[in-house]
C-alpha cells in the first residue's frame, strides 16, 4: 500500500502564492504520473496538474501560466507551485500517484483563497 502525504496548505490572499508537497515512500520513479486534483464543495474532483515519469507535464487550463509542478527525484517528492491565487482555487487538493498496480491517493490538503 503506498500512501502519498500532501503538505503545505492553507490560507492565502487573492493573488499570493502557496506550493504544496506530496511525498511518497520508495522511488518517485515508480510511478507512470505523478499529479495534483483538487475538489471545491459540490464540484467533482478535477485534474490540476501531471507530471509523467519522463518529465512530461499537463495542466488545466483555469491553472496553465500560474501552477507549476515540478518533481525532486532525490526527495521523492513532487510540487505544485501556485502563484496568483484566485478565490475559485479554493478547494481540497490531493496528490495522486498513478501505478500498474493501481491509483494511490493523498488524504488531501485544504487550499483557501481570500478575496
Known amino acids: 500500500q503506498v500512501q502519498p502525504v500532501e503538505s503545505g496548505g492553507g490560507l492565502v490572499q487573492a493573488v499570493g502564492s502557496l506550493r504544496l508537497s506530496c511525498a511518497v515512500p520508495?522511488?518517485?520513479?515508480?510511478?507512470?504520473?505523478m499529479g495534483w486534483y483538487r475538489q471545491a464543495p459540490g464540484k467533482q474532483r478535477e485534474l490540476v496538474a501531471a507530471?509523467?515519469?519522463?518529465?512530461?507535464?499537463n495542466y488545466a487550463d483555469s491553472v496553465k501560466g500560474r501552477f507549476t509542478i515540478s518533481r525532486d527525484n532525490a526527495e521523492n517528492t513532487v510540487y505544485l507551485q501556485m502563484n496568483k491565487l484566485k478565490p475559485d482555487d479554493t478547494a481540497v487538493y490531493y496528490c495522486?500517484?498513478?501505478?500498474?498496480?493501481?491509483?494511490?491517493w493523498g488524504q488531501g490538503t485544504q487550499v483557501t483563497v481570500s478575496s
Open positions: 520508495g522511488s518517485i520513479l515508480r510511478f507512470d504520473v
Open positions: 495522486n500517484a498513478k501505478h500498474y498496480m493501481g491509483d494511490f
Open positions: 507530471m509523467t515519469r519522463s518529465g512530461s507535464t
